[in-house]
C-alpha cells in the first residue's frame, strides 16, 4: 500500500490533470508485473481494467449472446477465436465507463488479434495510445514466481522474499500451511514464457512499427516502475 501512495503522490505532484482519452495495451511475459502496473495506472487516472477473463466472466454471468458463444467453446475446452474475443473487447471498450480510455491486459497475445483489433478500432475511429512493453529478463520472472506461496484455505498469496510471512511457510491470515501452485513451479514458469516467446513478444515489433510502443524496465520496484509509465502516459 506504500508503494501505491507514493505513486499516487507523484503523479499528483508532478503531472498535470489528463484531458485526452488515454488507451493503454500492457505488454510483458507471464510475471513481469503488467497486471499490478494496470491496476495502478487504472486507479490513478480513473479508467477501467480491462482482462479478458473478466469480460468472459461478465457476459457469461449476464447471458450475453457474445456470452453464450463464448461459453460453448469454454465448455468444450476449446480456445475462443480470435474474431469473438475481439468482438468481446470491443463492445467491452464501447461501454459509457471507457469514455475516458482504458487499459487492456493481457490481451492482444498474437499479431492476427492486434491486426484485428486494429481494425475493428479503426472502423469506430480510435486507436490505441500507447502499448507499453514492461522488459523483464526470464531468469527474473522464474525466480519472481518460483518465490510465490499461495494458502489453500484462504487465497492468501504471499512471496518468500518480497511479501514474507510472519512464520515461515505459515499463512498469517489463517494458520494454514502455503504451498507452491503448479504454475509458479519453476518448469511451468519456463514452459509459459516458451510460448510467449513464441506467440506474444513479435507484438513488440508490431507496436513499434506503429510508433507507440514504450518500453519500461520492469525490474525496478514497483513504484519506480509506475513513475516510469506515468511519465510517458503524461507526457
Do not use: W
Request: glycine share 8%; proline share 4%.
Amino acid at each position: 500500500m506504500k508503494e501505491i501512495f507514493h505513486s499516487y503522490l507523484y503523479v499528483r505532484e508532478n503531472l498535470h490533470e489528463l484531458e485526452e482519452i488515454m488507451k493503454i495495451i500492457m505488454l510483458g511475459a507471464p510475471g513481469a508485473g503488467k497486471g499490478t502496473q494496470a491496476k495502478l495506472i487504472a486507479g490513478t487516472y480513473k479508467i477501467p481494467h480491462i482482462s479478458t477473463g473478466d469480460i468472459f466472466r461478465a457476459n457469461i454471468k449476464e447471458g450475453t449472446d457474445l456470452g453464450k458463444k463464448a461459453k460453448t467453446y469454454m465448455d468444450q475446452g476449446l480456445l475462443v477465436p480470435d474474431e469473438l474475443v475481439v468482438d468481446l473487447v470491443v463492445d467491452r471498450v464501447a461501454k459509457e465507463d471507457c469514455k475516458n480510455g482504458y487499459v487492456l491486459d493481457g490481451f492482444p497475445r498474437t499479431i492476427p488479434q492486434a491486426e484485428a483489433l486494429d481494425k475493428a478500432l479503426a472502423a469506430l475511429g480510435e486507436n490505441i495510445d500507447y502499448a507499453v512493453d514492461m522488459e523483464v529478463p526470464d531468469a527474473n520472472i522464474v525466480n519472481r514466481m518460483s518465490g510465490r506461496r499461495a494458502c489453500p484455505a484462504c487465497g492468501a498469496t504471499y512471496h518468500i522474499v518480497h511479501i514474507p510471512t510472519k512464520k515461515e511457510g505459515i499463512c498469517d491470515r489463517c494458520g494454514k500451511e502455503l504451498i507452491l501452485r503448479d504454475d509458479d513451479k519453476p518448469e511451468t514458469v519456463k514452459k509459459r514464457l516458451d510460448v510467449y516467446h513464441d506467440q506474444t513478444q513479435p507484438l513488440i515489433a508490431y507496436y513499434k512499427r506503429s510508433n507507440i510502443l514504450k518500453e519500461v524496465d520492469g525490474t525496478k520496484d514497483m513504484d519506480e516502475v509506475f513513475k516510469s509509465i506515468a511519465a510517458i502516459i503524461g507526457a
